[in-house]
């Protein structure tokens, strides 16, 4: 089963245009447990759920998923014109095995939505579809953390449809050893003066691996868009296997794209500074990973949520 498929290929060779997995019907319907605010309207949505936002209301839509061997979560996320939207999504484990989870948005006119995603599925596998449609002037802020997860495919498609749409998409994740992230980010152009950026940011331990695809496809007719992709990759240790597929995909002529990755290890000049204040290895290692998270979390804007992931990534 083929999954996160880059929209142009490269040569086969590299095993980087696609994830593959074992074939899964993910027929086992899963709903969330949601924590509603009383201006949001949630309604059932085939095998799914749909929250609907038609008013600015701060308080956040929670969802948290556990999710099971087979399982299929769907989501939905509306937002009308003008109107702003927070939804927190935690993703966690009930069992091993494969599950899926879709998450699809839609933002109108002048509207925003602030997307927190958090996977930390332990010794299960998440298949993690995102699907979005930004609107004229429509803002869209997509915050994404991924630990301790045995395999972790996500796939993120938005459509820029508007003039002036724009999305910000802010990653952080640990691959602890033995361990597999696979990330597919397409960011299509569409509106004129449309804008992304990619901000990815993570640790990588001895014996994991990771995938990283990003995709900007600006399309013709989106005069005057800009798209940036960035990742910072940190390095503890000598035998993981990382990808990095930074793409640029153009056909309009006044536009802007830019891609750039970051890989290494810590400075060793750093590395004996902290070890002379009585800091052992493994603990710089675990701080400046933690670092990394840190700075993702503290753009959550939730302190409940922020509390509970800091917690986690102490233990």
């Given at each position: 089963?083929?999954?996160?498929?880059?929209?142009?290929?490269?040569?086969?060779?590299?095993?980087?245009?696609?994830?593959?997995?074992?074939?899964?019907?993910?027929?086992?319907?899963?709903?969330?447990?949601?924590?509603?605010?009383?201006?949001?309207?949630?309604?059932?949505?085939?095998?799914?759920?749909?929250?609907?936002?038609?008013?600015?209301?701060?308080?956040?839509?929670?969802?948290?998923?556990?999710?099971?061997?087979?399982?299929?979560?769907?989501?939905?996320?509306?937002?009308?014109?003008?109107?702003?939207?927070?939804?927190?999504?935690?993703?966690?484990?009930?069992?091993?095995?494969?599950?899926?989870?879709?998450?699809?948005?839609?933002?109108?006119?002048?509207?925003?939505?602030?997307?927190?995603?958090?996977?930390?599925?332990?010794?299960?596998?998440?298949?993690n579809r995102i699907n979005g449609n930004a609107a004229?002037?429509?803002?869209?802020?997509?915050?994404?953390i991924f630990v301790d997860s045995k395999a972790n495919?996500?796939?993120?498609?938005?459509?820029?449809?508007?003039?002036?749409?724009?999305?910000?998409?802010?990653?952080?994740?640990?691959?602890?050893?033995?361990?597999?992230?696979?990330?597919?980010?397409?960011?299509?152009?569409?509106?004129?003066?449309?804008?992304?950026?990619?901000?990815?940011?993570?640790?990588?331990?001895?014996?994991?691996?990771?995938?990283?695809?990003?995709?900007?496809?600006?399309?013709?007719?989106?005069?005057?868009?800009?798209?940036?992709?960035?990742?910072?990759?940190?390095?503890?240790?000598?035998?993981?296997?990382?990808?990095?597929?930074?793409?640029?995909?153009?056909?309009?002529?006044?536009?802007?794209?830019?891609h750039g990755a970051t890989i290494g290890k810590l400075?060793?000049?750093?590395?004996?500074?902290?070890?002379?204040?009585?800091?052992?290895?493994?603990?710089?290692?675990?701080?400046?990973?933690?670092?990394?998270?840190?700075?993702?979390?503290?753009?959550?804007?939730?302190?409940?949520?922020?509390?509970?992931?800091?917690?986690?990534?102490?233990?």
């Open positions: 089963m083929k999954i996160n498929q880059m929209p142009a290929i490269t040569w086969g060779r590299l095993e980087v245009n696609e994830a593959v997995i074992d074939d899964m019907e993910f027929d086992k319907v899963l709903l969330p447990s949601e924590t509603v605010p009383a201006a949001v309207k949630a309604e059932d949505n085939g095998d799914g759920r749909k929250y609907h936002f038609s008013d600015e209301n701060k308080d956040a839509l929670r969802l948290d998923i556990a999710i099971e061997n087979d399982s299929n979560t769907n989501i939905s996320i509306e937002v009308e014109g003008g109107a702003y939207a927070f939804v927190i999504e935690d993703i966690t484990s009930a069992s091993t095995g494969t599950g899926l989870v879709e998450t699809s948005y839609s933002v109108g006119a002048k509207a925003s939505l602030k997307f927190v995603q958090i996977v930390r599925t332990s010794d299960a596998v998440a298949v004229e002037d429509a803002d869209v802020s997509l915050i994404q495919y996500t796939d993120v498609r938005t459509v820029l449809e508007g003039d002036r749409a724009n999305l910000t998409c802010d990653t952080g994740y640990i691959v602890d050893s033995g361990n597999l992230l696979d990330m597919n980010y397409v960011i299509t152009h569409k509106g004129k003066a449309s804008e992304c950026l990619l901000s990815i940011d993570g640790v990588l331990y001895d014996g994991s691996s990771k995938t990283f695809r990003g995709t900007i496809d600006l399309k013709h007719g989106c005069a005057e868009a800009k798209g940036t992709e960035n990742e910072n990759v940190l390095l503890i240790g000598d035998t993981m296997i990382n990808k990095t597929i930074p793409v640029i995909l153009c056909d309009e002529e006044d536009v802007e794209g830019n400075d060793e000049d750093l590395v004996f500074y902290l070890e002379s204040r009585g800091i052992d290895r493994e603990n710089i290692d675990r701080i400046m990973a933690a670092a990394r998270i840190n700075r993702v979390a503290s753009l959550i804007g939730d302190e409940e949520t922020a509390a509970k992931l800091t917690k986690y990534i102490q233990e």
